[in-house]
């Protein structure tokens, strides 16, 4: 996070200054942190032996990328 606000010339008094800072430091950097909270906690659910939970988890993963997917092919079929 340090380096991006850095290459993006934060003035952390005025964090929110510009679109692009604002994407990069909240929807990137918040997405990329959630994604590896939510890998870490699925590996932990499995080495706690919560394998049933852990693999839910990466099933619901797995189920939204297919949704999108038919989503997407439904759109141009359709659209």
Known sequence: MGLLSTLFTVDWKDRYGSNLTAFVLTGVLGGYTTFSSYQLDTVNLYNKG???LAFYWIGSVAA?????TLGAITAKLFG
């Open 50 to 52: 919560e394998r049933g």
């Open 64 to 68: 939204g990328l297919i949704a999108a």
